[in-house]
């Protein structure tokens, strides 16, 4: 039941990643997935003696931000939306 918690865990990682995979998998196969990055990271604070690093809800946004315009996109085409992307000017 901790997947369960800590896929409801609001601006985390294991949420945005759960809310990846539902969509996909379904939700027992999500939260199976959940289940499983919960023990890989409990092996690896085990294992290299350091503690949880959270990663954050914008985590595999910030990790592609591509990926994430793309599929803004062509969740809007589905809509029935044209969408054209113009970068933003740099400001420094």
């Keep these: 039941m ?49 503690p949880y690093h959270e990663l954050g809800g914008d985590y595999f946004t910030r990790r592609d931000p591509e990926r994430a315009a793309r599929r803004a996109v062509s969740r809007l085409n589905e809509l029935g939306r044209r969408v054209t992307l113009d970068p933003m000017e740099a400001t420094g």
């Design 2 to 50: 901790a997947a369960f918690g800590a896929a409801h865990t609001r601006d985390s990682c294991l949420q945005a990643r759960f809310k990846r995979l539902i969509a996909r998998r379904g939700p027992v196969k999500a939260l199976i997935a959940v289940e499983h990055s919960i023990i890989t990271a409990i092996w690896h604070m085990l294992t290299d003696n350091v």
